[in-house]
């Protein structure tokens, strides 16, 4: 498994962004009502980030116990934290896509139809899904970091540092 990169999710949020708002420009220009943006659409992702950043730190933390050989010190086992790794690759993946969806929404919502009151409603939460969508993103970077292997290469194998 390669490492997650920051310029992939930037790839796909752009990307999807684009086809987002092109998609939206075409959706109006041909008569039809845009499709609303749900408001749980950024509590699902931030709650999402909140479970990686959980385990994120209780990994670390974890990890830094058993380094320092304190007693009773608790490992993490390298299946699970293989993964959660994994886990949060594809959180971040589906995430990156998804905030660039409601970002090419939102912004076009905002540029368009930013003085009805519905519609800029939405396009709030549109852009609240993309700052928890750009969390999830983030805490499945760190989430990968927690679990390297010490002195390993960066395109090598499985990510648990556990072993």
Avoid: K
């Amino acid at each position: 498994m390669t490492l997650l990169r920051m310029r992939i999710l930037l790839a796909l949020f752009t990307g999807a962004a684009l086809l987002a708002y092109g998609l939206s420009w075409l959706w109006d220009e041909g008569g039809g009502t845009l499709p609303a943006v749900p408001a749980s659409a950024p509590a699902v992702l931030a709650l999402i980030a909140i479970a990686l950043l959980a385990v994120a730190l209780t990994f670390r933390s974890r990890l830094r116990a058993q380094r320092e050989r304190r007693p009773g010190a608790r490992g993490v086992d390298p299946l699970l934290a293989a993964r959660a790794v994994v886990f949060g690759h594809a959180s971040a993946l589906v995430s990156a896509l998804a905030a660039g969806l409601y970002g090419g929404l939102g912004l076009f919502l905002a540029l368009t139809y930013w003085d009805v009151a519905n519609r800029r409603e939405q396009a709030l939460y549109a852009g609240l899904a993309v700052l928890a969508g750009a969390a999830v993103c983030a805490t499945a970077l760190y989430l990968q970091h927690v679990c390297r292997l010490p002195g390993g290469d960066d395109d090598q194998g499985p990510l648990s540092t556990a072993a």
